[in-house]
């Protein structure tokens, strides 16, 4: 069976990096294509020679401050020639980027059923987050196949009509690269991380990019952040810098230059999952992060007013502090001086998975294609 995969991110290379090893494991039921979109160019390549993946087919389609209208055109228009040049029998997205709806999109005018990889998460806000609540959505109406990471996301999924034989709860599959990439010995490839990590606290702040906090909501966030490293001793605030000028430019304004501050551009894979690992808390607007952090035991303040993994703030490993300055400082403030309010959220149990996400996706292919009788549970 020809299984293509699609995708275009970090983050969705990060999370498809297992499902691809693992059915090409199964060379005697699957063969694998993969395509790539390179909606993302640099921190995909990184992602990409960290799992040993050569792509079959990279559509190359990032530009410099590139809109999402251009993202979809160009890729649409690349995958439809790629579709019809290989055929394959099923195609896997993942997420909720703009290559997971277009490589959908795509495969549903050629006819070829899908599969959805992390599917069922909703806020029930179309804009927030922008535009990947809706990209989920749409990927959701066209997908054949559904792998809901959690029992919410399977609610979800029903919820919208979509058939109880379709939906396979398997677990997230970033849980999967995590325990494949995290090392206590693990060197970093710039010396002054080895040094960061063995030093005072790390509260590591992930490249803050969600479109919905743009304007106002960002500059509170950077306000509040600047705020932190001066008021705060003991501490080293690691900050990584957005590709996106829109994001990258207002951190630079408001941390440049400020004590314990280290602005760093974007690392590869193994270096920030394991850097995550050791930092005593992260900052972050992201999706992936709520489901990483805590399965390394780190407290997660998350910058945003609505979450698609309310899974995560129901265990207490993640907290929503939304973008208000005096919310955000009180968060990170107790965290830091409360041990007992940090141990609560460091120890909270991750509802995310055990690392069999891969292999419960791959089963669930070969029993609704007649290839296997026998779902993993």
């Given at each position: ?341 940090h141990r609560a959220m460091a120890q909270a149990k991750n509802p995310y998975g055990d690392g069999r996400a891969a292999q419960r996706i791959a089963d669930a292919i070969e029993t609704y294609f007649g290839l296997s009788k026998q779902v993993a549970k």
């Open positions: 069976m020809k299984v293509m995969t699609i995708f275009g991110t970090r983050p969705e290379a990060v999370k498809m990096a297992p499902v691809i090893k693992e059915l090409a494991r199964r060379a005697d039921r699957f063969a694998v294509v993969v395509t790539v979109t390179a909606q993302h160019r640099e921190m995909l390549d990184q992602t990409l020679e960290h799992f040993h993946i050569r792509p079959d087919h990279d559509l190359n389609v990032m530009q410099e401050r590139q809109s999402l209208t251009q993202i979809a055109l160009r890729a649409l228009d690349g995958l439809d020639a790629v579709l019809a040049q290989e055929s394959p029998d099923f195609v896997l997205v993942h997420g909720d980027t703009s290559t997971t709806f277009i490589g959908c999109l795509a495969a549903f005018y050629h006819g070829i059923p899908t599969g959805h990889v992390e599917a069922g998460l909703r806020t029930g806000d179309k804009y927030s987050p922008f535009p990947e609540e809706m990209n989920r959505r749409l990927t959701g109406a066209i997908a054949d196949l559904h792998f809901a990471p959690t029992d919410w996301a399977r609610a979800n999924l029903l919820a919208e009509g979509v058939p109880a034989e379709r939906i396979f709860v398997t677990g997230n599959t970033a849980i999967d690269a995590l325990f494949l990439t995290v090392d206590p010995g693990h060197r970093f490839a710039r010396p002054e991380l080895n040094r960061l990590a063995a030093g005072r606290r790390l509260v590591l702040v992930d490249s803050l990019h969600r479109r919905e906090n743009f304007g106002e909501a960002m500059e509170r966030i950077y306000r509040s952040l600047a705020r932190l490293a001066r008021e705060t001793p003991g501490i080293e605030l690691v900050f990584l810098l957005h590709k996106n000028p829109e994001a990258r430019e207002v951190g630079l304004r408001h941390l440049s230059g400020l004590p314990g501050v280290h602005l760093l551009e974007p690392m590869d894979y193994p270096d920030w999952v394991n850097l995550m690992a050791r930092a005593y808390l992260v900052i972050s607007d992201s999706g992936g992060i709520q489901e990483e952090a805590p399965s390394l035991g780190t407290p997660v303040l998350l910058l945003r007013d609505k979450t698609e993994r309310p899974e995560a703030i129901e265990a207490g490993t993640v907290r929503m502090v939304g973008t208000d300055e005096g919310r955000i400082l009180a968060a990170v403030t107790e965290l830091l001086a409360n041990p007992a309010a």
